[in-house]
């Protein structure tokens, strides 16, 4: 019997993080990460990659009809906004009184 391989993407970027997109059809706008799918190297921003989604009334949602949510993106289409300068960053590390802190590249300051 063959054993599942599964490989998590490795990333910097945590839920809740403020991050622009800068490849796709959405290019350029911004917003808080809401989920991150390490195993499929995909995340969700919040009112970004917005699709139309048909939906069949059910004993819950008595009205169905057509919705709108957000639609999951490849985690290499998003990067971190830095606060102070307000433009995408990479994201470093820094050990600071014994911890280990994320940094913004362009700034220097910790996120």
């Known amino acids: ?3 599942k391989i599964t490989s998590r993407t490795k990333t910097k970027l945590k839920k809740g993080d403020l ?20 195993e499929k190297g995909r995340v969700i921003v919040e009112k970004v990659n917005v699709v ?5 009334a059910s004993a819950e949602s008595q009205k169905g009809g057509i919705i709108e ?14 606060t102070k300068t307000n433009k995408p960053t990479r994201i470093g590390m ?4 014994g911890k280990k802190t994320r940094i913004a590249k362009k700034s220097g300051k910790a996120v």
């Open 94 to 97: 820094r050990f600071e009184d």
């Open 52 to 56: 139309k989604k048909t939906k069949r």
């Open 69 to 82: 949510i957000e639609a999951s993106m490849h985690i290499s289409n998003v990067m971190l906004l830095d």
């Open 19 to 38: 991050v622009q997109v800068i490849a796709g059809r959405d290019r350029g706008k911004s917003g808080k990460i809401i989920h991150i799918d390490l």
């Open 1 to 3: 019997m063959a054993q």
